[in-house]
């Protein structure tokens, strides 16, 4: 099997939309009672979240990339 680069940033939006649908399944099995408009702040906190460990993923990958790089001596494609 073929191995694929890690994104946190999905990891974290997977989470956040399985917590709505967890608040929700709460809310229909008569748990808790949660408003209909919940839904936007948890899922917009969640995506901002989500694009800020995204980026910062990003980040290190890219600063990682670029000291291998150095250390090997080769020309960086991330030098652009």
């Known amino acids: 099997m073929l191995r694929h680069e890690f994104q946190p ?6 989470f956040v939309v399985i917590l709505a649908g967890i608040v929700y399944a709460g ?3 008569g748990a808790w009672e949660t408003p209909w408009f919940a839904i ?4 917009g906190f969640g995506l901002f979240l989500a694009g800020a460990v995204g980026l910062t993923g990003q980040f290190i990958r ?7 790089d150095t250390r090997a001596g080769a020309p960086s494609e ?3």
């Open 9 to 14: 940033g999905k990891l974290v939006a997977g």
């Open 62 to 68: 890219r600063r990682r990339a670029l000291r291998d």
């Open 78 to 80: 991330a030098r652009r």
């Open 27 to 29: 809310d229909a099995g």
């Open 40 to 43: 936007f702040p948890l899922i």
